[in-house]
């Protein structure tokens, strides 16, 4: 149990029935600001600036945007973005996206969030200056963080998809920017470009005090996890589901405190379980690792937090105790500092 767990079972009984305690902050660590555009707004800027949409009502779009069941593996989840990004004009259109991304954080009684984005993803559609997008971002998470009382920060993406030179420009442009951000990430497809092509890009990022979150074990297997671990310096994973088939994996997770960020419903539509029921997160508590529950990408997956809680969490196996303790290790996990962990737990009181 973690500390932040045994402060909230010293306040008292709660309903043991409840997915989500209110005792403790409701936190999303792993969603992608381009996959949480909110349909309305991709129609609104599509018509503003005459951009081609497959449809310009909501419904109609949902199908083409919005997983249904499955899609045909992570490259076809990661395709339907080209209509999120494709709205994405101008810096304006950019700063727009991530102000609603908080203002819809809040509407979903989230306390605090850690946004994630590629610069160079959302700028090459209509060939924005990378550098100029994560100012953006940053501008209208300030913005949304003060009208809002939500706490937010940012995580830079590099894309491994791109070449390794292509990740190096897209680091200049987060470092550039660095005061804005909390942490690395790297994306894409982790089968074709293996962690030790981007060792100098995160020492770079270490060496400018940022931590480091790698997308890894969802599509890949362990060694995926080892090598975000040890060659890119990883202290949380991005899903890290396929972990358990290593047990020397798992005991170095649980020893060294390195939470694991999963989102069900977006491993099911991605297909890398075949459905909640399948899903090892159940296991994985079980394991004793610490990991919490995530969106990922809401607007592709058509969720909120609360669905992860209340609907996909109960289907993959977790009671009420376990929501409890992965919504604790959300805290633990947090990229904050341990007094602003304590005022957000403060806030629930």
Request: charged share 30%.
């Amino acid at each position: 149990m973690t500390e932040y767990a045994c402060l909230i079972n010293q306040r008292g009984a709660m309903n043991r029935k409840s997915y989500i305690d209110p005792r403790l902050p409701l936190i999303d660590l792993h969603r992608h600001l381009d996959g949480s555009i909110r349909l309305e707004t991709v129609i609104e800027l599509a018509q503003e600036q005459g951009i081609d949409l497959p449809a310009y009502d909501v419904e109609s779009l949902r199908p083409h945007v919005v997983i249904d069941g499955k899609a045909d593996g992570l490259m076809d989840f990661i395709g339907r973005f080209r209509y999120l990004t494709a709205i994405l004009h101008d810096l304006d259109a950019c700063r727009r996206v991530a102000y609603e991304n908080v203002e819809d954080a809040q509407r979903e009684g989230i306390d605090y969030i850690e946004l994630r984005f590629s610069p160079w993803f959302m700028s090459e559609t209509h060939g924005l200056d990378p550098a100029g997008v994560v100012d953006a971002v940053a501008d209208g998470i300030i913005a949304a963080e003060r009208d809002t009382g939500v706490r937010a920060q940012m995580i830079g993406i590099m894309s491994r998809t791109n070449d390794t030179q292509t990740c190096h420009r897209e680091l200049d442009a987060l470092l550039e920017h660095r005061d804005h951000l909390v942490a690395i990430d790297l994306a894409g497809d982790e089968l074709k470009f293996s962690a030790d092509l981007f060792r100098e890009h995160f020492k770079r990022a270490r060496d400018a005090g940022l931590e480091i979150t790698v997308h890894a074990g969802e599509v890949g297997g362990p060694e995926s996890v080892w090598s975000a671990i040890r060659e890119l310096g990883a202290t949380r994973i991005g899903h890290g589901i396929r972990s358990l088939e290593d047990p020397a994996l798992v005991d170095y997770l649980r020893q060294h405190r390195i939470g694991l960020e999963v989102s069900i419903t977006s491993n099911v539509h991605i297909g890398v379980v075949d459905d909640y029921v399948d899903h090892p997160v159940k296991r994985l508590l079980e394991s004793g690792l610490l990991l919490n529950l995530n969106t990922d990408d809401p607007t592709i997956s058509g969720i909120d937090l609360r669905h992860e809680y209340e609907v996909a969490a109960p289907k993959a196996g977790l009671d009420p105790a376990m929501t409890r303790q992965a919504q604790a290790n959300a805290l633990e996990m947090a990229f904050l500092a341990d007094d602003e962990k304590q005022a957000l737990l403060e806030r629930r009181s």
